[in-house]
């Protein structure tokens, strides 16, 4: 289930592209953001109280909250430099290298979360990286 629902996410990511670099035309660049987090806020909120899962709002550990809240001012941070990147740049050029996160997520999960690096992995990050100068150079 995990792979359809990764699948849908990349699909959502590609229009949310191709529709930003549209309606960023003539807009500053960081209140596109804003405009553009207003509406996932609106969404996040209207599936939390859509499936009932408000109710576990108490039970959030510290930890928990500390993290969900570096991960979302690394999400505002990442959408304000993709924004404004896909305002100066091709499109097709941004995306290629905002995927780059891939081969920098598998770093950073060898690193702190101990995950296994594969000669798959390794070889897969180097295509990838390799795709991406391509694309760009």
């Known amino acids: 289930m995990w ?8 699909v959502f990511a590609a229009f ?3 529709l930003a670099k549209i309606g960023i035309e003539g807009v500053n ?12 806020l609106g969404m996040a909120w209207g599936m939390v109280f859509l499936t009932g899962s ?6 959030i550990s ?4 500390l993290f969900l809240g570096l991960s979302g001012l690394a999400t505002g941070a ?10 100066l740049g091709e499109a ?6 905002d995927k780059l996160s891939v081969v920098i997520t598998l770093v950073l999960a060898f690193l702190f979360l101990h995950e296994s690096c594969t000669l798959k992995t390794l070889l897969g990050a180097m295509l990838l990286t390799a795709g991406t100068l391509i694309m760009v150079v």
Do not use: D, P
Request: hydrophobic content about 50%; some cysteine.
């Open 29 to 40: 660049s960081n209140l596109a953001t804003a405009i553009r987090t207003l509406v996932v």
């Open 62 to 65: 510290r930890k928990s909250w």
């Open 16 to 18: 949310t592209s191709i």
């Open 78 to 87: 990442s959408w304000l430099c993709y924004y404004r990147a896909l305002q």
């Open 92 to 97: 097709s050029k941004v995306v290629s290298v």
């Open 3 to 10: 792979l359809l629902f990764a699948v849908l996410s990349s």
């Open 54 to 59: 408000q109710r576990g709002i108490m039970e």
